[in-house]
């Protein structure tokens, strides 16, 4: 195979066998294989390179099945169609080992094969696409069959349900894996919008300043999906929204939108200020949290019909730290709700002084705020106050915006999943979360868990239970434009 060059001259990873476990799940098809087939057309895979597909056995499909299933999902789901000699080239590579249960020899037998194709030095990625607990009896087929050695594993979110099976499920994987061949994955931590968040307070002596408890009077991080839980019953059933969303991705962009200046941009001092952050997170108040289930959650496949899954969730977080004691972190997120958002606001106080007729913050409750909207491909919104032309010295407000898309070429871009993909086979565990970090954030939701509140339904198309204003007040939702 031709290799194209490599993108920015980045350096490439080494060959590699790329094993995806679930590869019948919505993960695979939506985000896994489109990502990797974007990474082969943008010349970010390495030289070569293998993909095999594992699946439980009602999942089970040939490799010729494999490669349709594959081309479906990537016409479904990637940016770049699949097409011509890349397609081809990117097809080849994959091949389907049965459900491991059923024979651990197949998936070796597989791995063995591929490596011999490829030759020389390969390394091995086990993508863990599938629920937490799943995952022991998959860490362990790994480890008793040797296929750990000179390996990195994938485990996807959420990584355990709660405080004790985390501790567990850390304990098996690390009787096989070392910590730097573990990457527990976030996605929301590869989203360039999220990184960029990096960039503004620390490239900036415009935004760090004001980035604290003096100025700032509440910070909101919203996430409303107009999907549903889309066929997904039986995992979200045991997962709910709080598990999915908040202690994963809604807890990530947290602890960046908090943390204090690394020393550097590499693994660890990045990921010790973002779990010096959860630290200082207070234990969720179950009075201070907010459960919502859609109408008609209860008929989904795979839903129980009394079940008390919450759908949607809303709740005020607390940074007992010397930056943030005292300010609220509103956080928000649920399915079936009225559009699709990604959205961080930064509430700033009022000034002390008030000289103009029209000043206080009531008469201009959108001014003062600096709005991140992360929704790829992202783009950022301050909303302050201005002086109305003409004789008098009224105020309006007034919006400065910066939209990615025409700032920089998209061409460059990447998706979270393939910027995170990536930097798995090249080693950098920076954008990955490490145990202390969950373990923590599982303790802070230790009470919501052990007594969570009862949940209210909401019609679909809604913004979910009215009592939303009561987890804000006195301050109010932001509302997606
Ligand atoms: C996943 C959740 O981790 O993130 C889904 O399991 C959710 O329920 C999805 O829809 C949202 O991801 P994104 O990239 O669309 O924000």
Known sequence: MNTPPALNGRPRPDNHVIVIFGIGGDLAKRKILPGL???AVAGLLPEDYRIIGCARPHSVMTSEAFREFAYDAVCDFASDKPSGKEWDDFAQRLAFAIDPDDGPQSLQQAVAKAEEEIGGEVRRLFHLAIPPNAMPEVIQLLGTKGLNKNARVICEKPFGVDLASAVKLN????????????????????????????????????????????????VQIDVPETLSIEGRGAFYEGTGAFRDMVVTHLFQVLGILAMEQPTSLTARPL????????????????????RGQYEGYLD????????????????RAWVDNSRWMGVPFYLRTGKCLAVSSQMITIGLREPVMEIFPDQKGAEHPDANKLIIDFLDPGSIHAYFLAKRPGPDMTLGLAKMHF???????????????????LEVMLGNQALFTRSHGIERLWEVAAPLLEHPSPVETYPKGSWGPKAIEDVVAPDHWTMPE
């Open 37 to 39: 087939y974007h990474l």
């Open 271 to 290: 990921r010790d200020e973002i779990d010096k952050v959860f630290d200082s997170l207070r234990v969720l108040d179950p009075k201070e949290v907010l």
């Open 171 to 218: 304990a098996e994987i690390t009787e096989y894996f070392d910590e730097t061949q573990i990457f527990r994955i976030d996605h929301y931590l590869g989203k360039e919008s999220i990184d960029n968040i990096l960039a503004l307070r620390f490239a900036n002596e415009l935004f760090e300043p004001l980035w604290r408890r003096n100025h700032v009077k509440y």
């Open 403 to 421: 939209h990615y898309r025409d700032t920089f070429q998209e061409k460059n871009n990447l998706e979270a999943y393939e910027r995170l993909l």
């Open 300 to 315: 989904e496949d795979g839903v129980a019909p009394d079940s008390t899954t919450e759908t949607f969730i809303a709740l």
